[in-house]
């Protein structure tokens, strides 16, 4: 018997989703969820979130992959919930129990505690993060029982907020530089109060200009028709809208969406947003003068679409 295909047109689309991951679902598996409901060609997220965390998370369609990268080095901040008195093997809940330890502590001991974590730190990577040692992940060494040198690395909390003190549940604030992990974060505050801590909750609440107010569920976008799912995106040159603005017009535009270097010996070195008559471009750099394109939109009909087959 011939198996039955499903025929779908997927089609280019450009912009931005705010998508607030739920729990248990991986950030690949939530790109493609929505990628599906978009029936869009090309998709790509900013930044892993684990199947514990839930969350803000970015997802780019389109020409706005190619500006994703000012989203992975952004700031993020985090709503956090630590468990203290276990450790684990993953530093989360969802690894196996290494010691249980009483725990004494009042609001005021970790409130004592706390300071030290904030500003530049040096952290050491969990053993069960994504880098790489040797061409493998740390994961894949961790789940065999590897120990491998894992370096500290510079990171910075630029805030750490007490919420609420529940024994042994604290919640906690977290705004910070791209790389640090919370999960390392928390197994440093529990070993700091010597009674040991775990990951118990994340949430991602903000990355880069952007909030988790305004996202939306896998659920919520189901629910809606494609018109009001595309009403949902948000133009790729919000992904860079920290840059400062730079406008051309008439010939100089042309020249710059063709990837011709224009002279600006006026503006200070650095990159910018180009706007040419009044449509968003791409991303320059500016040196001694020279202006440069580093990432340009490619202007096609949005309606464009192509057949694929989906066995």
Same mark, same amino acid.
């Given at each position: 018997?011939?198996?039955?295909?499903?025929?779908?047109?997927?089609?280019?689309?450009?912009?931005?989703?705010?998508?607030?991951?739920?729990?248990?679902?991986?950030?690949?598996?939530?790109?493609?969820?929505?990628?599906?409901?978009?029936?869009?060609?090309?998709?790509? @997220?900013?930044?892993?979130?684990?199947?514990?965390?839930?969350?803000?998370?970015?997802?780019?369609?389109?020409?706005?992959?190619?500006?994703?990268?000012?989203?992975?080095?952004?700031?993020?901040?985090?709503?956090?919930?630590?468990?203290?008195? +276990?450790?684990?093997?993953?530093?989360?809940?969802?690894?196996?129990?290494?010691?249980?330890?009483?725990?004494?502590?009042?609001? &005021?001991?970790? #409130?004592?505690?706390?300071?030290?974590?904030?500003?530049?730190?040096?952290?050491?990577?969990?053993? @069960?993060?994504?880098?790489? @040692?040797?061409?493998?992940?740390?994961?894949?060494?961790? &789940?065999?029982?590897?120990?491998?040198?894992?370096?500290?690395?510079?990171?910075?909390?630029?805030?750490?907020?007490?919420?609420?003190?529940?024994?042994?549940?604290?919640?906690?604030?977290?705004?910070?530089?791209?790389?640090?992990? +919370?999960?390392?974060?928390?197994?440093?505050?529990?070993?700091?109060?010597?009674?040991?801590? @775990?990951?118990?909750?994340? &949430?991602?609440?903000?990355?880069?200009?952007?909030?988790?107010?305004?996202?939306?569920?896998? #659920?919520?976008? #189901?629910?809606?028709? $494609?018109? $009001?799912?595309?009403?949902?995106?948000?133009?790729?040159?919000?992904?860079?809208?920290?840059?400062?603005?730079?406008?051309? #017009?008439?010939?100089?535009?042309?020249?710059?969406?063709?990837?011709?270097?224009?002279?600006?010996?006026?503006?200070?070195?650095?990159?910018?947003?180009?706007?040419?008559?009044?449509?968003?471009?791409? +991303?320059?750099?500016?040196?001694?003068?020279?202006?440069?394109?580093?990432?340009?939109?490619?202007?096609?009909?949005?309606? &464009?679409? +192509?057949?694929?087959?989906?066995?």
């Amino acid at each position: 018997m011939t198996a039955s295909r499903d025929v779908r047109r997927r089609r280019r689309i450009d912009g931005v989703l705010l998508l607030d991951k739920p729990v248990g679902l991986s950030s690949n598996a939530a790109l493609q969820s929505a990628k599906r409901l978009y029936r869009a060609e090309k998709a790509g @997220h900013t930044g892993t979130l684990d199947p514990l965390a839930s969350g803000l998370l970015p997802i780019c369609f389109g020409e706005a992959t190619k500006f994703a990268q000012s989203l992975l080095d952004a700031d993020k901040a985090y709503l956090a919930t630590l468990r203290f008195g +276990i450790t684990t093997t993953t530093g989360d809940r969802d690894g196996e129990v290494l010691a249980t330890r009483p725990v004494q502590l009042e609001q &005021r001991d970790l #409130e004592a505690v706390l300071p030290r974590f904030a500003g530049r730190i040096e952290q050491v990577p969990p053993r @069960h993060a994504a880098l790489r @040692h040797q061409g493998r992940r740390y994961y894949e060494y961790a &789940r065999r029982g590897i120990e491998i040198p894992r370096a500290p690395r510079a990171v910075e909390i630029r805030e750490l907020t007490l919420c609420s003190w529940r024994a042994p549940q604290l919640a906690l604030f977290v705004r910070c530089s791209k790389g640090t992990y +919370i999960r390392a974060l928390a197994e440093d505050i529990g070993i700091a109060v010597q009674c040991g801590a @775990h990951l118990e909750a994340l &949430r991602r609440v903000a990355t880069g200009g952007f909030a988790l107010d305004d996202a939306l569920t896998l #659920e919520a976008l #189901e629910a809606m028709s $494609e018109t $009001e799912r595309d009403a949902a995106l948000r133009p790729a040159e919000m992904l860079v809208a920290q840059l400062p603005r730079l406008d051309l #017009e008439g010939l100089e535009a042309y020249r710059f969406v063709q990837g011709q270097a224009l002279a600006r010996a006026a503006l200070a070195d650095g990159l910018v947003r180009v706007y040419a008559d009044g449509c968003f471009a791409g +991303i320059a750099e500016l040196a001694e003068g020279v202006l440069r394109a580093r990432r340009l939109v490619s202007v096609q009909p949005a309606s &464009r679409a +192509i057949e694929t087959v989906e066995s």
